[in-house]
C-alpha cells in the first residue's frame, strides 16, 4: 500500500476511533498519527490471534486500524490517569 493510502487509512481510522473514545481533539495530523500506529498495533494482535493484519485498503483493514487505534487510545488514557494520581 502506498504512503497516501495509508495516509487516508490512518486518518480515517484515527478520527473514527476518536469519535468512539472520546477525549481531546487531536486534529488531521494526530489522527494520522494515531490511525497509523493503531493500524500496526491493530495488526500486530490480530496476527497473533490467526485472522491476519492489515493487508491494503479494504474494511477489514480500517476494522482493524479502528480496533487498534481505540486499544491505543484506552492504553494512552490510562497512562494519563495514572500520572495525574502521582
Known amino acids: 500500500m502506498n504512503l497516501i493510502l495509508w495516509l487516508i487509512l490512518g486518518a480515517l481510522a484515527g478520527w473514527l476511533a476518536g469519535k468512539m473514545m472520546g477525549g481531546e481533539k487531536r486534529g488531521w495530523l494526530g489522527n494520522i498519527v494515531v490511525g497509523i500506529l493503531g493500524a500496526g498495533l491493530g ?3 490480530a ?9 491494503g485498503f479494504n474494511l477489514y483493514s480500517l476494522l482493524v486500524a479502528v480496533a487498534g487505534s481505540c486499544l491505543l487510545l484506552w492504553i494512552w488514557n490510562m497512562l494519563q490517569r495514572r500520572a495525574s494520581r502521582e
Open 47 to 55: 496476527s497473533l490471534l490467526g485472522l491476519g493484519g492489515v493487508d
Open 43 to 45: 495488526g500486530l494482535v
